[in-house]
């Protein structure tokens, strides 16, 4: 609801009480846009400003107007808005509004295409026609807002766009409140601490969370949920499902060397994201990972950052270079990593002096299949040069550093051998490194909902 204060409260005090603006000559907005990535809570920030509110809510998903009989869609749309009409005040939801809100002009001719840009044109009509829908606010939804049609987004149409991010730290404790109330949990679990160690989930992963603890701790026989329960729970959902494979020794000593490789990088390197767990215990497609996940929330990455995240993934092919002369295919991942990581710094964020700064790659989702405006064809060989530059620079970075502190690699990997997995604690205390955790911070630390560091194999 604190999106709707900050930006809709407007819309819904307008529906309470009309006459207050009215006599000062103001006009609610006609629509409001909920952007933002999937499971964020767009609708049901949309159902909570509609009970809020107090007035009638018509909701509907955009697809649903869609037919392949041509005017179908636009009949609907006729239909929805008399209804909203006739219990105004009220709010009209579209939900996923991208399925008939694309830009128009396109060059396909299929009468699906026709249906569509008709029911579009219907819904421009009803929100700015010559007739007013006083009383009627209509909101919709959307994970794509850079594909929707100039005149939805224009004034007097969506007049107020509003972004709804990924939960910070405390919104995450909130959410997990509401989904734990019917939950019965066990002493030793720390809402503030699962609500820190689960950055960049949403609400819908957090709920999520919630439920596979909830199952485990039912399989097990227990009365309560417990902390063990909230951890693995995690490990399911960021890493899959345990694998029943028996590997070789040799291969299960060289995955033990190259999670090693991984997690001494994060340990050592000033300013990594700290070291959450290691595991060399098949699960999903991976024959092992090192997880690592940030103190605090995080909304802006330094050059130097980004550089030591490149130097962390590279250090599972590090270590197998160095300790087997050799590497194998374990690294495909971190390798996929490392050079999205490395093209964004050159092609999106300047973070190379011979690019500059200059913006070089679309944004996500604004690719043209045809754009003549992008940049040149010497351009692209320069920045594919300097994103070959940094990934080998960061790598002899990743083999020097494992190479001064070969013992602690071994003994590291020793340790991983012997238990399978290490917590932050195991793993600081196997290497010799001095633990980087905060002063009262105990109590569970879980994995992190972001993507492995590196998920070998």
Avoid at 94 to 110: H, N, S, V, Y
Avoid at 114 to 126: K, S, Y
Avoid at 171 to 183: E, K, N
Avoid at 416 to 431: F, G, K, N, P, V
């Amino acid at each position: 609801i604190d999106v709707g204060r900050a930006e809709g409260a407007v819309s819904v005090d307008f529906l309470r009480d009309p006459e207050r603006y009215r006599r000062l000559g103001a006009q609610i907005p006609r629509g409001v846009l909920l952007t933002g990535a999937p499971g964020t809570g767009k609708t049901l920030l949309a159902k909570a400003v509609a009970g809020e509110a107090q007035v009638p809510f018509f909701s509907i998903s955009a697809s649903e107007f869609i037919e392949m009989i041509v005017g179908v869609g636009a009949s609907r749309v006729r239909d929805l808005f008399d209804q909203a009409k006739k219990a105004a005040p009220s709010i009209v939801f579209i939900d996923e509004l991208d399925a008939i809100g694309r830009t128009r002009g396109g060059t396909a001719t299929f009468s699906g295409h026709d249906e569509r840009e008709q029911t579009l044109n219907q819904i421009l009509t009803e929100m700015d026609g010559f007739t007013g829908n006083e009383g009627v606010v209509v909101l919709a939804a959307t994970n794509r807002p850079e594909i929707l049609d100039p005149a939805l987004l224009r004034a007097g149409r969506f007049d107020r766009h509003i972004v709804v991010n990924a939960p910070d730290q405390p919104g995450r404790r909130q959410i997990l409140a509401v989904h734990t109330r019917g939950v019965p949990l066990a002493d030793d679990v720390s809402l503030e601490a699962l609500a820190a160690g689960t950055p960049g989930m949403v609400g819908a992963d957090l709920k999520n969370l919630v439920n596979e603890a909830a199952l485990l701790a039912a399989r097990r026989n227990h009365t309560r949920v417990g902390a063990d329960d909230f951890s693995d729970a995690l490990e399911r959902i960021v890493l899959g499902t345990a694998r029943r494979l028996l590997l070789d020794p040799d291969e299960k000593e060289r995955t033990a060397y190259h999670e090693a490789g991984h997690a001494l990088l994060g340990l050592l390197t000033p300013g990594a994201d700290p070291v959450r767990k290691v595991s060399i215990i098949p699960r999903g497609e991976s024959l092992g990972a090192t997880l690592q996940t940030p103190e605090s929330d995080r909304h802006g990455y330094t050059a130097s950052y980004l550089r030591g995240r490149i130097t962390g993934a590279l250090g599972g092919r590090a270590a197998e270079e160095l300790v087997y002369g050799d590497v194998t295919t374990g690294a495909e991942s971190d390798l996929e990593l490392v050079t999205a990581l490395a093209r964004h710094m050159v092609g999106r964020w300047g973070m190379s002096e011979a690019i500059g700064p200059v913006s070089v790659i679309p944004a996500e989702g604004r690719e043209q299949p045809f754009d003549v405006t992008g940049p040149s064809t010497r351009t692209r060989e320069l920045g594919d040069t300097e994103v070959r530059r940094i990934i080998e620079a960061c790598y002899e970075e990743a083999l020097g550093t494992l190479r001064e502190h070969r013992d602690q690699l071994d003994r590291l990997a020793t340790a991983l051998l012997a238990a399978e997995t290490l917590d932050e604690d195991q793993a600081a205390d196997a290497a010799g490194v001095p633990r980087r955790r905060a002063e009262g911070a105990g109590g569970l630390q879980p994995a992190p909902a972001a993507e492995p560091v590196s998920p070998s194999g």
